[in-house]
């Protein structure tokens, strides 16, 4: 009867332990008295594992099942007692194990190689709750430690993600941050870079422990590719790395990544966890915090962690913890640093950037025009002029360089002035122009200063007068020369000198004579007039040894000069509108100084002369024609700086202008030519029939050109040249099949791998491209063969032999699906009637009749079956199956046949072994997603095209293919519990309307699983 008690205490125990509202802790307390009272414990534990078998076979994350869990885990570890000091903590460790809890443990180690799943995920849930709930300073055996470990680690290797979650969760404890070979650590190091599953890596960063070998790893999932594992990482910076344990340059970085995130859950962890427990340790010193940034060299990255530290907090604070400043609204001088400048000038644009609210905030922290103008002009001229010497010196040049980020920072401030009033904008302008005028500016300083002056006036021809005056100034300054002396007058003034000193000695000598003779009177006459040669003498000495100066212009064509002044020309083109043209002043300064310089021998002038060169052909549309062939000229011959500055020009010429640049270019040499030969008329119509003629070669040459530099081995040149051949494609400025193939055939192409900027430029012109209209989708299957020709018969030394051909053929059928367009609503009746898949599905079937023995037949009917082809009868589809019945005909290869075939009942709308299907709706079979949901929105088709470049690769993985479930979709049901937060995914069907709150709480409770069923359907078994 004991016995027959004990086990209804049990199993009464686990049945109320599932309803979630009963109070386990008196539930707990029951059992465990019951469990005291028995002196032999080994029948109870056999209960005890008995019951508890039966919700360890459930996978499902049933509420009443995690709450028997729960049950169970935090029953064995009441037997704990707590320790209150390290003496009895050793007294107990010479005492018995709890007896219960030990075999717990050992009865869930013999389980956890089970081939269910649900008993194994269990196990690891069971022993990750029972290692939770023991208090921080339990101790187990050492034996059971390591039996533990070892399981575990098996464990996290397990197919199963939810297994492998658990099995993480559960080492949380067992791991050992200050060994550099723990086996725990590096398993989690392992997961952290290698595990498919984002929740694995998840709960693998909720449990790792911050140290000098797995702080980098845990760096490296800021820039995960799911959004969860970004913010949970960026979470557990900001909670367990302090700001100290980091690097300069990991703090940009984790700035710079974090604030620029496209999640917009990132963004705020990293404004409102990371930067604020930042300050915390600084104690809220934004100051201290730009001092351990490196402003000087990214100040972008400390304006995006000021701005957003700015967000939190309101304006009116903002303006009172603005504490540098004095009664002028200024900062000292001599108090003036690299980071209360940078924060000084956030601040303002901050501010200013809030419009009628911040106006009267920004009046507190920033003085009038007038005033910041000569606070300006008194730090601008205390930069000193660095003499050869001094260069040498570190100190010095450091020096130098904090004062001219400083000027930087006080040069943009001007933006934020007021210039509505006229006398501030006068002086503002005069400080600004004499700044620019004076030969000791930096030159890091010139473009600064005079967009801030083209920025205050609003009127082009007053800018252009202005510039055009500074430019004059600065090549042509006044200086004083000596005039030469002409050889009559300075004969003439030798002989009165010579006149002069004759006088004089007569003068001295009757001067002798009056005296000898006492006539005094005369001999004070002799006296002045002796006075008077004397002063007449040294005039006309002084006049012989100084030769007269005067004020002249000199010309300046130093290197340095020279690029000051395009710095000047090319900022104000930057500003000018493309209306204005270039006017009078505009060509003077071209004729004088950008034609000029481009010859300069110097590369940087050459290099400044070409880019306002090409800003001004952008003005002039006469003065682009005339100049094309000479940037064509230097984009092929110079430096390759500036070859990429000519290259950009005639870019930019191409996309404002379109073709006609070139097509008019080869008519104005025609003409001439024509005139130049007196030819008769006959003649000359020959001529014009061979214009067109001759304008397509032309246009033919230009582009040969440009896909030239497509196989430069500059990447510099060759990413340019991809970004400017998508904006015309994109603009429809140029339209080619043979130019679309080549830019998938480089975007696959291992060479261009470390060439991010040209992986992401291709990677969001694609999709964007392609959804934009039925005629782009159109090119893109006209450049299908020839792609795939290229990769097939590419020699095996080349570098597309290592391209997946299957996966560029599904990024093909992926590109033109007729689904992916965005204004699918504008197509008209025929294009409804005839899609692009349709008419790509009768160019991969001719192909296969070509030749139906080749091996590349499997990867053209693996496309035939991932085509969106509507069902149902139509003329299309009837020419479609006759060609599809005379290719099952010629292919003999098995796999192809099954593909064929399936795609031909497709077709036909027949019925399937598993279901119906209506023969209205359209065969959607997209290309492999890897499980991921399909694409809705145009976002979506961009990432999801993006991540194509890394699977591309053979070497790296091997396409797999899905098909697209039509009966069910996959639903992420999130589970809360109180060490984890995992997704199962589960297959569920696909509803079509929305249920009622009432009707899901129905449905809610009869789906719930009860245990007591089970229980007792057992024990009637057993009995």
């Not at 693998?204 to 422990?209: F, R």
């Not at 999640?263 to 809220?284: D, F, M, N, P, T």
């Not at 900022?571 to 034609?595: C, R, V």
């Amino acid at each position: 009867m004991v016995a027959e008690n004990k086990v209804l205490e049990i199993k009464e125990a686990f049945e109320k332990a599932q309803k979630t509202h009963n109070n386990k802790a008196k539930l707990i307390s029951a059992l465990k008295q019951r469990y005291i009272k028995l002196e032999d414990k080994t029948i109870f534990h056999e209960e005890f594992v008995y019951y508890l078998k039966f919700p360890m076979i459930v996978y499902k994350r049933e509420p009443a099942v995690e709450s028997v869990i729960d049950f169970a885990a935090k029953f064995a570890t009441s037997f704990e007692e707590p320790v209150e000091n390290e003496e009895a903590t050793e007294e107990d460790e010479e005492e018995e194990e709890d007896p219960f809890l030990n075999y717990l443990f050992h009865f869930l180690l013999k389980s956890h190689n089970a081939n269910s799943h649900a008993v194994r995920f269990r196990v690891c849930q069971l022993i990750n709750k029972l290692l939770g709930s023991m208090s921080e300073n339990a101790q187990i055996d050492d034996d059971l430690f390591d039996q533990i470990h070892e399981a575990m680690l098996v464990r996290v290797k397990d197919k199963f993600p939810n297994v492998r979650i658990q099995a993480v969760l559960a080492m949380a404890r067992l791991q050992d941050p200050q060994d550099g070979d723990c086996p725990t650590v590096n398993a989690y190091l392992l997961l952290l870079e290698n595990d498919s599953n984002p929740e694995v890596r998840r709960a693998v960063l909720s449990c790792i422990a911050p140290s000098a070998k797995t702080l980098p790893k845990i760096l490296g999932r800021t820039r995960d590719v799911k959004e969860n594992v970004r913010k949970l990482a960026y979470q557990v910076l900001a909670e367990k790395v302090p700001l100290r344990a980091l690097s300069i340059a990991q703090r940009v970085q984790l700035l710079q990544q974090g604030l620029n995130d496209r999640s917009g859950a990132v963004k705020e962890v990293v404004q409102k966890k990371l930067l604020q427990a930042w300050l915390r340790l600084l104690e809220g010193n934004v100051l201290d915090l730009l001092h351990r940034l490196d402003v000087e060299n990214c100040p972008e990255v400390a304006m995006a962690a000021l701005n957003a530290t700015f967000a939190l907090s309101p304006l009116n604070e903002l303006a009172q913890n603005c504490s540098n400043i004095d009664n002028r609204k200024l900062i000292p001088l001599d108090n003036l640093s690299c980071e209360n400048s940078l924060y000084w000038r956030a601040l303002c644009e901050y501010v200013k950037s809030k419009g009628d609210e911040g106006e009267e905030v920004l009046e507190q922290i920033l003085p009038e025009a007038a005033i910041y103008a000569e606070y300006l002009y008194g730090y601008l001229k205390s930069i000193p002029v660095m003499t050869e010497e001094q260069k040498a010196d570190f100190a010095q040049v450091e020096n130098v360089m904090t004062k001219e980020f400083i000027s930087q920072q006080l040069i943009l401030l001007v933006g934020c002035l007021d210039t509505a009033e006229e006398g501030g904008r006068k002086r503002v302008l005069a400080v600004l122009q004499e700044m620019l005028v004076l030969p000791n500016t930096p030159a890091s300083l010139v473009s600064l200063l005079i967009e801030k002056l083209v920025t205050v006036l609003r009127d082009d021809d007053k800018r252009i007068q202005m510039v055009a005056e500074i430019i004059s100034e600065v090549r042509e300054p006044i200086v004083s020369v000596t005039d030469p002396i002409d050889e009559n007058v300075s004969r003439k003034r030798q002989i009165k000198l010579a006149e002069v000193k004759v006088k004089l000695i007569e003068t001295k000598q009757m001067l002798e004579d009056c005296i000898a003779v006492q006539d005094f009177g005369q001999a004070s006459e002799l006296k002045d007039k002796i006075t008077e040669f004397e002063s007449l003498k040294n005039q006309l000495m002084k006049e012989a040894e100084e030769p007269e100066m005067k004020e002249v212009r000199m010309e300046k064509n130093d290197p340095d000069t020279l690029l000051k002044c395009l710095t000047m020309c090319s900022e104000l083109l930057k500003q000018m509108s493309t209306d204005k043209g270039i006017g009078p002043t505009m060509n003077g300064i071209m004729e004088s100084l950008i034609l000029p310089g481009i010859a300069n021998a110097h590369p940087s002038v050459r290099n400044m002369a070409v880019e306002c060169l090409g800003l001004c052909t952008l003005q002039n549309k006469e003065l682009a024609k005339r100049h094309l062939v000479l940037l064509l000229q230097i984009a092929q011959l110079d430096d390759t700086k500036i070859r990429i500055s000519a290259l950009k020009a005639v870019l930019d010429q191409l996309l404002l202008n379109g073709m006609e640049v070139i097509k008019s270019k080869s008519q104005n040499l025609q003409s001439d030519s024509d005139t130049g030969r007196g030819e008769s008329d006959t003649q000359q119509d020959g001529q014009e029939a061979k214009e067109p003629e001759e304008e397509e070669n032309t246009v033919n040459n230009i582009l040969s050109l440009l896909l030239g530099f497509l196989d430069s081995e500059i990447p510099e040149l060759r990413t340019e040249t991809v970004e400017g051949l998508a904006k015309l494609m994109f603009s429809g400025r140029l339209v080619s099949a043979k130019l679309l193939s080549r830019l998938i055939l480089l975007w696959y192409n291992p060479v261009t791998e470390d060439d991010t900027r040209l992986r992401h430029c291709l990677g969001v012109f694609f999709p964007l491209f392609a959804y934009a209209s039925r005629s782009n989708q159109e090119c893109f299957e006209e450049s299908f063969l020839p792609t795939m020709h290229t990769l097939f018969n590419a020699p095996g030394s080349s570098p597309l032999a290592e391209v997946d051909v299957a996966n560029v053929a599904e990024l093909f059928m992926d590109l033109t699906r007729p689904s992916g367009l965005i204004n699918q609503s504008k197509k008209t009746d025929d294009y409804k009637e005839l899609t692009v898949h349709d008419s790509l599905a009768i160019r991969i079937c001719n192909e296969i009749l070509n030749d139906p023995a080749a091996p590349d037949v499997r990867i053209y009917a693996r496309c035939l079956s991932t085509l969106e082809l509507a069902t149902g009868e139509s003329v299309c589809n009837k020419d479609l199956l006759m060609l599809l019945d005379e290719v099952c005909t010629e292919v003999k290869d098995k796999v192809c046949l099954r593909a064929l075939e399936k795609l031909i009942s497709q077709l036909k709308g027949e019925s399937k072994d598993n279901g119906t299907k209506d023969v209205n709706t359209t065969i959607n079979q997209g290309p492999a997603e890897n499980g991921e949901e399909n694409v809705e929105n145009d976002d979506d088709q961009l990432k999801s095209t993006k991540k194509r470049t890394k699977r591309g690769q053979k070497s790296a993985s091997t396409a797999t293919r899905t098909t697209r479930s039509r009966t069910t979709r996959r639903k992420t049901v999130e589970v809360s519990d109180e060490s984890d937060g995992e997704e199962i995914i589960e297959a569920v069907p696909e509803t079509v309307t929305r249920s009622t709150r009432r009707a899901k709480a129905a449905a809610m409770e009869k789906t719930k699983m009860n245990l007591t069923d089970l229980i007792s359907r057992e024990a009637d078994q057993s009995s």
